[in-house]
Structure formats: C-alpha cells, structure tokens
C-alpha cells in the first residue's frame, strides 16, 4: 500500500485559487489509481475526481466540473486537486486515496474502491 500524506490546505478568500497535493511514499506509485474526495463540515464524504495511473484519464463529479482539475506527476510520486475561484461551500477536508485496482469507466466511485488514504488537508473559504 502507499502511504499518502495531503498539504497546501488553509484558509483562503473566496475566489482564490489553492492546488493540493497528494505526495505517496511506495515505489509503485505510477501503478496507482488517485481520487480526491472531500468532507464538508457535518456531512459525509463526497467524491471529487479521479485519475488513472497513466493521467490519460480524469473524471470529476458533476459537482467539481469546471472549477476543479486533477492531475499527477509520477517522477514526483505527487497528484494534485487544483480549485479555483474558491467558494464558501469548499469548505472542508479534502483526502485523496490510492488504489491499484484499475479504474473502470462508467461505474460509480466509492470509498471501498481505495485502498490507500491521507489524513486530509483542512480547506477553510471565507466569504
């Protein structure tokens, strides 16, 4: 499994743009499929996007299309969740999750698709 460990977290204005990262401590990295999911406060987790090993492929969830992008660099065992023009209702922690399996198009994400999570990164948006 890989060790995952989320930053570049904090707290921003609203309209801001922030990009996390996801740095994986395995040497198999490159083999891994990489999601980014997000918990607002008093609610449950949600997934935002996912990208497969390669990068060549990136899905998003309706509700992060258009604001959010994905992608990955596999020389640096990094995966990046860039959102601009930040919104209040971003608020939360953001993980993102690894898994060997290979992403299947089409099939919905879950939670138990990852074997691998962060601890998270606190993204606080102030209006």
């Known amino acids: 499994q890989e060790q995952l460990v989320e930053s570049g977290g904090g707290l921003v204005q609203a309209g801001d743009s922030l990009t996390l990262s996801c740095a994986a401590s395995?040497?198999?990295?490159?083999?891994?499929?990489i999601a980014w999911f997000r918990q607002a406060p008093g609610k449950e987790r949600e997934f935002v996007g996912i990208i497969t090993w390669s990068g060549k492929r990136i899905d998003y969830a309706d509700a992060a299309k258009g604001r959010f992008t994905i992608s990955r660099d596999n020389t640096k065992n990094t995966a990046y969740l860039q959102i601009n023009n930040l919104e209040p209702g971003d608020t939360g922690v953001y993980y993102c999750?690894?898994?060997?399996?290979?992403?299947?198009?089409?099939?919905?994400?879950?939670?138990?698709?990852?074997?691998?999570w962060g601890q998270g990164t606190q993204v606080t948006v102030s209006s």
């Open positions: 999750a690894a898994d060997i399996r290979p992403f299947l198009s089409g099939v919905e994400v879950r939670e138990s698709d990852f074997s691998s």
């Open positions: 395995g040497r198999t990295f490159s083999s891994y499929k």
